[in-house]
């Protein structure tokens, strides 16, 4: 929530340095409507209309592929220069009748495959949401399928845990994708949204290619080489900072950011609900190198360094004397080394090496609690279109992990090698139905268990603008550490079992998909009495998500809104009975716009609300049978382009829960129940403010 440091970073690159690519596809004279029409290797892209038309906007400048496919039509890769000057194509294609379109999704159209039931949000959507504050994970919380929960780090989707959720960056896990944080303060993603070319939220049913998660998959890829020289200062009310981009040759660049972050000048002004013993700080270095092959294979080499602190006196239930200090201190180091192109001409490869390295140190009163997470991993994926109408993907991976957790004297030792296996096809079975069938195959040293798993999915066209898909899947998941530090002996692999269908027309300015989708939980670790835990627990989640983008019927306005109802209840962990947990609201709902004021200046507005969660109430003999009150919130933000010194400048403001809505995330009582606390936001309401000087 607190760490701000990569706010707006880069803004102006996005704003002003576009380039608009225009056109009309063509097939024997005749427009090709719904053609896919994307920079090759990114997200960004558009599709065509009735008449053949496209347009869409890049920051992306230099030499580049421009792809153009089509059911039924043979697809087309044409090189392009993009300049500073629009540029408009006029593109033909040729009919194949037994021609598979590769089944993924370009530039958020939406068919069966790992990233059917996917929403892709480009940097740009990410900055504008007024609700993301330039966020990865807070932009998405304002999808369907995600739970606002509010006093907890991480993205909730569909009924299950934050950790079933998980991030991969060009291909590598990111084990600890946040900041660390302190009790009921939820912390900010670690990762600045510039970095890439889009992001791919997978709600459920994913590819056999991502494995270890039993809800989610977020899938980041960074941006390409870059097509100039950028000196870039932020400065704002909470941090300051600079990044240098340089390109050392036309194929090889190289970039670096410092940043520091102290939010103490922003405490002074905003009122807090939490006594700070030590405002939120941060220092962060990045080191970024790329290079493409003369094969157009292109390397990159990222490390990313982060040391921060927290601290706060935690309000008692009862007496201010029995207030509990917490003080936390937190290292962070991720390199990741990935090469993706061609060997030879036919075998398109990605092969991955990376490391992390996580501390974080917390002081509870008189207790300490540490801990220690070292993670190795390398990923090999080789992919070949084998005819028209047959596509193979196979791969693998082997993660080893080696974590140290302790209070005060005790310490555990966690150590894990999981290896895993892949094999998956891509299938055109006729002109209007696509397929894609996949199976993954894990072993983990640590349980000294293994699993096999199947995923399919299935995407029938059924008019000119909508498609009817279908995916099922079996995932599987170690147990976190908080459990396997406790017992590693008779404990498996969770698992889940998704069954969704998904209905979405698009068109021309809109976009609108609704989704139904079922989720069976099984082999949950439960605990049972005397410290003794095992895989006898269960659950369900069951639900629909409603999503709705108009970017066409206002000029200058762009929405969405989203709604989710959920349903889901589990029996494990220590609870006694079945009941929905926590982290589970059975509605949600969200409403993102923003509006153009000329060339230069936006503005942004959202509302968010969630139905109230359980928590638990010691009083109550019904477990989790309370609610907390119902969530509302409005945020505002814009920003304005100007120059000074006749370099570009970006002004930005955000304002946050301004009409002063009353939030409660949750209750904690005393000991004997006789009292309790609300667990409020760490301040009823809050604004940012800052700018950003792009040279170059």
Known sequence: M?????????????????????????????????????????LEGTSSDKDGKFSFSTELKGNTTLVISSLGF???????????????????????DNKLDEVVIYAGTFEASEKKATTILRPLDIVRNPAASADVFSALQTLPGVSAVGDQTGVFVRGGEATETKTFIDGALVTNPFFSSVSEIPARGR??????????????????????????VILLNTKDLPSNDILTFDLNIASLGGSITRKLSERTSFSANLSYTNLSPLFEIVPQNREWLTAPTNIEGILFLKHKNKNEGIFKNYLQYQNGRIGLDLQSPSNTADN????????????????????GSNWK??????????????????????????????????????????TLKTGGEIIVSDGTYSFNELSANIRNALSALYLESDLRLSKTISGRIGIRGEYSSLLDSWNLVPRISLSKKIGKSSSLSLAYGNFRQVPEPEILREQ??????????????????????????????????????????ENIYENSGSGFARGIDIFWKDEKTI?????????????????????????????VAKHNANFISNYKIGKKTTLGASYTYSSGRPFINPNNPSFLSDRTPDFHNINFNGSLLSNIFGDLTVFYASLRNPFNFRQVFNYRYSDNGTSRVAVNPASDWSFFVGMVININ
């Open 2 to 42: 607190f760490r701000l440091s990569l706010l707006f970073l880069l803004l102006p690159i996005t704003f002003w340095s576009q380039t608009t690519i225009t056109g009309v596809v063509k097939n024997r004279n005749k427009p090709v409507e719904l053609a896919n029409i994307y920079i090759e290797k990114t």
């Open 555 to 583: 000029p200058n306005l762009s929405y969405w809104i989203s709604y989710s109802f959920l349903d889901s209840q589990r029996l494990y962990r220590d609870f006694p009975i079945e009941a929905t947990p926590t982290f």
């Open 349 to 390: 490869t990605l092969v991955v090496t990376a490391f992390s390295y996580d501390e974080d140190k917390t002081g509870l009163g008189n207790d300490n609690v540490a801990s220690e997470e070292f993670l190795a991993q390398s990923r090999l994926t080789v992919k070949k279109n084998i005819s028209s109408g047959f």
């Open 74 to 96: 043979e697809t087309l890769e044409k090189n392009v220069e993009i300049g500073s000057e629009e540029l408009y194509l006029e593109i033909f294609l040729k009919e194949e």
């Open 324 to 343: 509990q200090e917490i003080q936390n201190r937190n290292q962070n180091f991720f390199f990741n080394n990935s090469f993706e192109g061609y060997i």
């Open 488 to 529: 590693t002996k008779n404990i498996d692999f969770e698992g889940s079992q998704h069954i969704i269908l998904n209905y979405q027309l698009k068109n021309e300015g809109h976009t609108f998909r609704i989704e139904g989708y079922f989720k069976d939980y099984s082999s949950l670790v439960r605990e049972l009495p």
């Open 191 to 216: 990762f600045n949204p510039f970095l890439f070319q889009g992001t791919i939220f997978n709600t459920g049913g994913y590819s056999a290619e991502y494995g270890q998660a039993l809800s989610s």
